[in-house]
């Protein structure tokens, strides 16, 4: 699985950004999604899980309330809607994908994308 994640940017405190995340291969339904985030200096998190169907998500404490993950099957895309962005939010942020959600973490990954939010 290839992974290609896109949307992020600069947004001020407040703001919102929805990423991206294209996968390749016919199988997209069959893997869990996820997305994980670095700040400078700091751990890869995970943000936010979704299963293959779409109907189970997870999130982290941090983000829960704020940050929507969802996925269209479709069109092999799993994205994550931002709102109400932090400057604690500021991270690149990378898409995972793995055929197991205990093993989202080893699996594959997109190259990430920069979101930074301004005070």
């Known amino acids: 699985v290839q992974l290609q994640a896109s949307g992020g940017g600069l947004v001020q405190a407040g703001g919102s950004l929805r990423l991206s995340c294209a996968a390749s291969?016919?199988?997209?339904?069959?893997?869990?999604m996820g997305w994980f985030r670095q700040a400078p200096g700091k751990e890869r998190d995970i943000v936010a899980v979704?299963?293959?169907?779409?109907?189970?998500?997870s999130y982290a404490d941090s983000v829960k309330g704020r940050f929507t993950i969802s996925r269209d099957n479709a069109k092999n895309t799993v994205y994550l809607q931002m709102n109400s962005l932090k400057p604690e939010d500021t991270a690149v942020y990378y898409c995972?994908?793995?055929?197991?959600?205990?093993?989202?973490?080893?699996?594959?990954w997109g190259q990430g994308t920069q979101v930074t939010v301004s005070s």
């Open positions: 995972a994908a793995s055929a197991k959600i205990a093993t989202i973490g080893a699996g594959y």
């Open positions: 291969g016919r199988t997209f339904s069959n893997y869990v």
């Open positions: 979704i299963l293959g169907s779409g109907g189970v998500t």
